[in-house]
């Protein structure tokens, strides 16, 4: 079988990806992990705000957004989003940061100051000593991210799409117009491959013969711990310290942790490293009143950026048939709907007149 459309990546811009191209193509999905995700969607702490990333990123948030709040009939049985709120606090030595955050502020998603007695109301865990200025975003909610992912995987089978697991790719070759794709178990055959290989997708441009849109992976921390004895964190804000870029969430009853670290390395099955651990539980506890007596659960995730930290989605400009859906950073989840939505409309030949100048800020030609 020649399908039109073969997926590589499994994470939720693949899954986005098969989602809108089955509806009116032939699809196969190819996942190299035991189970769909395994990398960085399983991996997130998912918030929605358009206050977040540069110009290209808070565009493709602001045209998600309608997807996530009216997810379409049957794509899942529970909300996508839920209340959370952001808070920002900083020390007087780190005020400047919050000029930026409010500065980023989108009509109807406004970000305000508030006194610091009214953010350690909020989350009565932080230290008021600690705080001299403190930003609040209300309309920051949580993405249920393995509802989003399963509703993908499950709406793109609906509509006739192919997917395995454990099929890393090994070759492409283009022949006769059309990819031959090698993997350990078989090939397959297909008209175009989409390339959402997350930190590999650079490695996998390379087998199909594509120049390097110089992706970069970074490695991200986090850790899961208790809150404080008595004390119920289920409704509180995330917290983001503005002088150091750690941030504390509430999670099923527990608190998560990051420090917000963003180191770069190679592709690989990432996990945390014991030094960053400890530096943000010794954080933790002059931040807050958190004593960090055990670490619950620990694991690290990767964010693959490019230069300009904005996706590449598009053709490639030199190789026929092969589609970059890459370098989402830290924004993958946030950004799907609408990658999801550009990535059919330009296979498809859709009209994108509606949207031009974001195509043009997300195309791979800007990387040449």
């Not at 005020?95 to 406004?110: F, H, I, R, T, V």
């Not at 930290?309 to 799907?336: H, T």
Request: proline share 6%.
């Amino acid at each position: 079988m020649i399908y039109d459309f073969l997926v590589i990546g499994g994470g939720i811009s693949g899954a986005s990806a098969a989602y809108g191209l089955a509806d009116a193509g032939t699809v196969l999905l190819l996942e190299a992990e035991q189970t769909m995700g395994y990398h960085s969607t399983g991996r997130s702490a998912a918030l929605f705000t358009r206050n977040y990333g540069g110009p290209v990123v808070r565009q493709v948030n602001k045209a998600s957004e309608a997807f996530f709040r009216s997810p379409p009939v049957a794509f899942c049985d529970r909300p996508l989003l839920s209340p959370r709120g952001a808070l920002t606090v900083a020390m007087p030595e780190h005020q400047g940061k919050l000029d930026a955050l409010l500065s980023m502020s989108e009509p109807d998603e406004e970000v305000c100051s508030i006194d610091p007695t009214d953010a350690v109301a909020m989350v009565p865990f932080l230290r008021p000593e600690r705080i001299s200025r403190a930003v609040y975003e209300a309309n920051a909610t949580d993405i249920d991210v393995a509802n989003l992912h399963l509703g993908y995987l499950k709406g793109a089978k609906a509509h006739g799409a192919k997917t395995l697991t454990s099929q890393p790719v090994s070759n492409l070759s283009y022949q006769s117009g059309a990819w031959r794709i090698q993997t350990k178990d078989d090939q397959f055959v297909a008209a175009t491959i989409i390339n959402a290989g997350g930190a590999w997708a650079d490695e996998i441009g390379t087998m199909a013969g594509a120049r390097s849109i110089g992706l970069v992976p970074k490695r991200r921390t986090a850790i899961i711990i208790n809150g404080p004895d008595g004390l119920d964190c289920g409704a509180m804000p995330l917290v983001d310290f503005a002088g150091f870029g750690a941030y504390i969430k509430p999670d099923a009853g527990k608190l998560m942790a990051s420090p917000g670290d963003a180191t770069a390395t190679d592709p690989h099955d990432a996990w945390a490293d014991d030094m960053d651990i400890a530096v943000l539980a010794d954080r933790i506890q002059q931040e807050t009143t958190i004593e960090v007596t055990k670490i619950e659960h620990s694991w690290a995730g990767l964010r693959s950026f490019v230069a300009d930290d904005a996706p590449v989605v598009g053709f490639d400009p030199d190789v026929s048939g092969f589609f970059w859906l890459a370098g989402q950073g830290g924004y993958g989840i946030m950004m799907a709907p609408a990658l999801g939505v550009i990535t059919a409309d330009l296979c498809f030949n859709r009209s994108v007149a509606d949207k031009t100048s974001l195509v043009e800020g997300l195309s791979p030609h800007r990387l040449r």
